[in-house]
C-alpha cells in the first residue's frame, strides 16, 4: 500500500487509517508499504503505533519504495532503524527522534520532553519565562500520564520535527490503548460519541482521573497555542478535533484509529514573549 503525501491534516490520519484498517486482520504476510512524495517525520509516532499493531499478528514489514527524501529523515529521526536501517546524523538538527516508551517509564519521558523537545529546540521555540516552559512540560507530561494510567497502551510512542523555513516545529504523542471516548464512558458510566469524548477533555480540569488533579494539560496548551498561532490536533477512535488560528474543526473518519494521537505546532517565528500571570512582569506582551 502506499502512503502518499502524508503531513499534519484530516486527509493525511485518513491515510493511517485506512491503512491500519486495510491489514489489521492479516496473519503471517507480508505487508509491503511505499512511502512517496512526502512523509511529515512527526507522524512516524503514529505509523510506528500502527506498525507494532500489524506486527503483534506476526505480519512482517516491507519498505518496498521510499522516496530519497523521506528515507533520510527517517533515518535522522531513528524512526527507519527500528526496520533494520542504519541511522543518519541530524547535523542540522530538524527531528526530535523517534521514541517507545513503556508506558511505566515516565521519568524518562519527561527527561525527553525537556531536553529533546524544549531545552534542545530552545532558540527555535517562542520566547518564554521558566514559568510557561515548565507549564508546557507538565501539559505534555499530563498527556503522557493519561496513556499511561488509562489506555492499557503496550507503548507510547513520539516524535517531532522542525520545518527551519516554514518557521513551524510539530511534536506527536501516541498510544494504542483505550480510546478517550471508551475511557470516558467507561469512566461516566455514559455514552458520549468520540467527538463529545474529545470536547468533554479539552475542558479545563476536566479528568477522568480518581482522587487525582488532572485536565489542565489539553486546556493549556490550547490557550498557548492560540495565542502563539500553533495547532492542536486529536485522533482517537474516529473521531478528529483541530484548533488553529482559523478556530475549531471537528470530522468523522471513515474508520477507526485503534488509540489515540495528538499533535502540537507551535510556530517558532512568534516574537512575542510568554509569561503566566503568576510572574507579574508588566514588559511581558503575553500573559496567561
Not at 90 to 118: C, H, M, Q, S
Not at 193 to 221: P, V, Y
Request: net charge neutral.
Amino acid at each position: 500500500m502506499r502512503l502518499f503525501n502524508i503531513s499534519n491534516d484530516f486527509n493525511s490520519y485518513q491515510q493511517l487509517i485506512h491503512f491500519y484498517n486495510d491489514n489489521k486482520n492479516k496473519m503471517f504476510a507480508d505487508i509491503e508499504l511505499d512511502l512517496k512524495q512526502f512523509f511529515c517525520a512527526n507522524l512516524s509516532a503514529a505509523l510506528g503505533a500502527i506498525l507494532d499493531k500489524l506486527i503483534i499478528n506476526s505480519n512482517n514489514i516491507c519498505f518496498t519504495n521510499i522516496d530519497k527524501a523521506i528515507e533520510t529523515i527517517l533515518k535522522k529521526n531513528d524512526f527507519l532503524s527500528f526496520y533494520g536501517y542504519n541511522s543518519e546524523k541530524d547535523i542540522y538538527g530538524t527531528t526530535v527522534k523517534y521514541k517507545k516508551i513503556l508506558p511505566r517509564d515516565a521519568k524518562y519521558f519527561r527527561n525527553y520532553i525537556e531536553k529533546e523537545f524544549i531545552e534542545s529546540n530552545l532558540s527555535n521555540l517562542p520566547n518564554m519565562s521558566m514559568g510557561v516552559k515548565h507549564s508546557i512540560i507538565e501539559a505534555i507530561y499530563e498527556i503522557f500520564v493519561n496513556a499511561q494510567i488509562h489506555s492499557q497502551t503496550e507503548y507510547i510512542y513520539s516524535c517531532g520535527q522542525l520545518f527551519h523555513t516554514k518557521n513551524e516545529i510539530f511534536f506527536t504523542l501516541v498510544d494504542t490503548g483505550i480510546t478517550i471516548k471508551d475511557c470516558v464512558n467507561n469512566r461516566f458510566n455514559s455514552s458520549l460519541t468520540s467527538l463529545q469524548a474529545i470536547k468533554w477533555a479539552l475542558e479545563d480540569k476536566n479528568t477522568t482521573k480518581r482522587n487525582i488533579t488532572g485536565g489542565i494539560g489539553l486546556a493549556f496548551l490550547k490557550e498557548f497555542i492560540k495565542n502563539n498561532k500553533g495547532l492542536l490536533q486529536i485522533v482517537s477512535n474516529d473521531g478528529y478535533y483541530s484548533f488553529d488560528e482559523k478556530g475549531e474543526q471537528y470530522k468523522l473518519f471513515s474508520g477507526k484509529f485503534p488509540g489515540t494521537i495528538v499533535t502540537i505546532k507551535f510556530r517558532t517565528d512568534d516574537k512575542c514573549h510568554y509569561s503566566l500571570k503568576s510572574e507579574k512582569d508588566i514588559n511581558l506582551e503575553n500573559i496567561f
